[in-house]
C-alpha cells in the first residue's frame, strides 16, 4: 500500500486546510490511521489519531480546531484544520498501522504565515 498525501499550502494565520491522505488499497484492513507532523528542528510529533471504528484521538495543541476522518470508501483519510496559528506549520505525514507493516506517506507541507 502506498499513501499519498496532499493539501498542504500556505495560509494566513486564522485560516483552514483539508489534508488528505489517499491510498492505492483498501484502507479499511487498518485499525488505526495517524497523522504526524514535523517541524523544523523539532521530532515528529502525533496530530490525530482514528481507528476503523471511528474513535478519534487529538494531540492537546489541536484539539478543538482540528478533525481527522476517514472515508473507507475512498480509501482516504483527512485532516481538516481550523484556526491555523504560525505554530501549525510544519510538513504532515499520514502513516497507516498495519498488522504486520506500518506505511507512511510522503508528507506535505502546511506553512502558516501572514
Known amino acids: 500500500v502506498q499513501l499519498q498525501a496532499s493539501g498542504g499550502g500556505l495560509v494566513q494565520p486564522g485560516g483552514s486546510l483539508r489534508l488528505s491522505c489517499a491510498a492505492s488499497?483498501?484502507?479499511?484492513?487498518?485499525?488505526?490511521i495517524e497523522w504526524y507532523r514535523q517541524a523544523p528542528g523539532r521530532q515528529r510529533e502525533l496530530v490525530a489519531h482514528?481507528?476503523?471504528?471511528?474513535?478519534?484521538n487529538y494531540a492537546d495543541s489541536v484539539k478543538g480546531r482540528f478533525t481527522i476522518s476517514r472515508d473507507n470508501a475512498k480509501n482516504t483519510v483527512y485532516l481538516q484544520m481550523n484556526s491555523l496559528k504560525p505554530e501549525d506549520t510544519a510538513v504532515y505525514y499520514c502513516?497507516?498501522?498495519?498488522?504486520?507493516?506500518?506505511?507512511w506517506g510522503q508528507g506535505t507541507q502546511v506553512t502558516v504565515s501572514s
Open positions: 502513516k497507516a498501522i498495519g498488522v504486520l507493516h506500518d506505511y
Open positions: 488499497g483498501s484502507i479499511s484492513s487498518f485499525n488505526v
Open positions: 482514528i481507528t476503523n471504528g471511528g474513535s478519534t
